[in-house]
C-alpha cells in the first residue's frame, strides 16, 4: 500500500512539474470593423488566429460615436483574463485607441488601414489631410435618424470599385448588402488622448486604399513610432478580407512580442 502512495505522490509531482513549465497562455485577439462592414470581415483572419491557436474575439462595433464604440469595446477587453492584442480596422482605429487607454492588459494595438488620430483629431480630418481618397462622391444620400443624426453608407453599385476593388466581385456585392452605416458624427468626432503613445501599435495597409490614402496611413503610422509597418502591395481598404495571411501575421507578430 506504501508503495502505491508513493507511486501516486510521485505522478502527481511530475504532473505538476510539467504543468509548470507548460507553454504560456496566448494573447487573446480583440478585432474591432470599421465602417462600411461588419465583424464578418475578420473572417478569413479569425480562421488563421485559431488554427494557430489564439483565442479571438470579433467584437461588434456600433459605430455611432467615438466615444459610445469605445466604452463598447472596453466592456469587452474587461471580460478577457489574459492580455490582449486590440485590432482595428479603418474607423475601428480611433475606437481601440480610446479604449485601450490606461488598459495594462492590452499589450499591443495593430491598426489595419486605420486611423491612429492624435488627441483632437477626427477620422474626416486625417482622410481628407492627404490627396487619394475617393470616399466622398460614392457615399448615398445621408439617412436622417430620429434623433436628428446621419447614417452614411457606400453606394452598393460603387462599393467594390472604392471599398474592396482587390475582392472578387461576388464577394464585394455580399459586403455592399450587408455593410453596417457609420454616422456623421461619429466621423467628425475629436480624438482623446491616445493609447498608441503608450502601448506597442503595428501597422498594415494596402498601397491601393482609396478611403485613407497610403500616404496618411504611412504618416500616422511613423507618427504612432510603429514598431512594424506592413504595406501590401495592389490591396484595397480591406486588406484583411484581401490578404489574411498578411494580415494574421503581423497580429501574431505583435502578440509573440516581448
Known amino acids: 500500500m506504501n508503495k502505491v502512495f508513493a507511486t501516486l505522490a ?32 475578420w473572417n478569413g483572419v479569425v480562421k488563421i488566429l485559431e488554427k494557430d491557436g489564439y483565442p479571438v ?58 486611423f491612429a488620430p492624435q488627441a483632437g483629431e477626427t477620422a474626416a480630418e486625417l482622410s481628407g489631410r492627404f490627396p487619394g481618397s475617393t470616399l466622398g462622391p460614392t457615399l448615398a444620400a445621408p439617412v436622417e435618424l430620429a434623433d436628428g443624426g446621419k447614417d452614411l453608407y457606400i453606394q452598393q453599385d460603387k462599393f ?25 458624427a461619429a466621423l467628425n468626432e475629436a480624438a482623446t488622448e491616445p493609447a498608441w ?7 498594415v495597409y494596402g498601397d491601393q486604399d482609396k478611403n485613407i490614402p497610403a500616404q496618411a496611413l504611412a504618416f500616422m503610422a511613423e507618427r504612432a513610432h ?12 480591406v486588406v484583411m478580407v484581401s490578404n489574411p495571411k498578411a494580415v494574421a501575421s503581423l497580429i501574431e507578430t505583435a502578440a509573440e512580442a516581448k
Open 197 to 203: 503613445k503608450t502601448v506597442p501599435s503595428y501597422f
Open 226 to 237: 510603429a514598431k512594424k509597418t506592413v504595406v501590401v502591395k495592389g490591396a484595397s481598404h
Open 57 to 114: 474575439i470579433a467584437a461588434a462595433n456600433p459605430l455611432r460615436s467615438v466615444k459610445g464604440d469605445a466604452q463598447s469595446v472596453a466592456d469587452v477587453l474587461a471580460s478577457v483574463k489574459t492580455p490582449v492584442v486590440l485590432v482595428g480596422h479603418s474607423y475601428g482605429g480611433p475606437v481601440i485607441s480610446a479604449a485601450a487607454y490606461g488598459n495594462a492588459n492590452v499589450k499591443a494595438l495593430v491598426y489595419v488601414a486605420a
Open 160 to 184: 467594390h470599385e472604392q471599398f474592396a476593388a482587390d475582392v472578387p466581385l461576388a464577394d464585394a456585392r455580399l459586403m455592399a448588402a450587408t455593410q453596417r452605416p457609420v454616422t456623421v
Open 10 to 41: 510521485l505522478t502527481a509531482a511530475m504532473f505538476s512539474a510539467t504543468a509548470a513549465f507548460a507553454a504560456p497562455v496566448k494573447p487573446t485577439v480583440v478585432l474591432v470593423h470599421g465602417a462600411f462592414a461588419d465583424s464578418s470581415s
